[in-house]
């Protein structure tokens, strides 16, 4: 079974920092990108930030404020946000795009994930 294990959210004011983090457990082959997308109540999940194909991008509201990495031997990313902002209010979910072994499809897998609140 796959399982995505989003853990960091919680409360923090305006212009401060956090740190998310997500595990995937349950993969045995391929995992071909790793991305976090967020939705703020009333509004469309949104992406925020992808790593994969060589590449890591951005949604510009975020750019130069966030960073993600991923630690490929873990089988982790993070999501590093710095001066947040009220707007970055939401519930965070972390996706892969990945095949459980060789012989299956990739598809994306969501986990469940976590609220980050921004208090001005």
């Known amino acids: 079974q796959v399982q995505l294990v989003e853990s960091g959210g919680g409360l923090v004011q305006t212009g401060g920092s956090l740190r998310l983090s997500c595990t995937v457990s349950g993969i045995n082959s391929d995992i071909n990108a790793m991305a976090w997308y967020r939705q703020a109540p009333g509004k469309q999940r949104e992406l925020v930030a992808r790593?994969?194909?060589?590449?890591?991008d951005y949604s510009d509201s975020v750019k130069g404020r966030f960073t993600m990495s991923r630690d490929i031997a873990k089988n982790t990313a993070y999501l590093q946000m710095n001066s947040l902002k009220a707007e970055d209010t939401a519930v965070y979910y972390c996706?892969?795009?990945?095949?459980?072994?060789?012989?299956?499809?990739?598809?994306?897998?969501w986990g469940q994930g976590t609220q980050v609140t921004v208090s001005s």
């Open positions: 996706n892969c795009n990945a095949r459980r072994t060789y012989y299956t499809a990739f598809q994306d897998y």
């Open positions: 790593i994969g194909d060589g590449s890591t």
